[in-house]
């Protein structure tokens, strides 16, 4: 329904929509891919260039949802198809901010010299990395009209998802015992347990918005 309309109202322009769906999640997956990065990296100028990356790839969803905007200002949308638009634009904003939320909370430990928060959350962060590449993968498939493809990556990132939750459960016990005590170090590690779930929530509801419009065009 909503390729269909967009086709109609904007033949020439039909792709813009969808163009800048695909930059918001190339930029995310980027984004991911590049917190993976951070907390493999023991070069201290690397990680130094690796944040300075971190930030741009953020700002590149910034002004993927900025275009939307002022795309959905310029030609005539029906209100149902505009809210869903800009809720997908909008949640792979909120979903690049949290990963960079990740980041910020992981770098406060590993000031205070906590070596295993790598060791620890390793699994979590590469799994999340994962899930923004097959997110990316969706959105091409939704795009190119490739609806079988789609519903088997759906599947994949609900499995995806599933792995995730257990290896924060895994990881939140570990920094447990391993600093029985230190009440504001477990503090700590909650903060980067609920961003890294956020992202997660985020990343799955990324996913349903997609298929609730791909199951409106079939």
Sequence with gaps: MLRKLVKSLIPSNEKIFFELMIEATESVEDSARILDQLLKETDTLTS??????????????????????????RYFVTPIDRVELHNIITLLLKLNKRIVKIHRYIQILLEEERGDV???LSNCVETLRKMT???DDMMKAFCAGKY????????????????????LGHALKKFSYFEDGDVMFIMKVKDIYKAI???????????????RIHVKEV
């Design 48 to 73: 130094a260039e690796l944040i300075e990356e971190l930030r741009l790839t953020r700002a590149v969803t910034v002004e993927a949802a900025n275009k939307m905007d002022h795309e959905l200002a």
């Design 197 to 211: 779930e956020s992202a997660i929530s985020t990343c799955t509801s990324v996913a349903e918005s997609i298929i």
């Design 133 to 135: 590449k097959v997110l």
């Design 118 to 120: 790598n060791k620890y």
């Design 148 to 167: 079988k493809e789609l519903k088997t990556l759906n599947m994949k990132l609900t499995a995806l998802d599933e792995n995730v939750l257990e290896d």
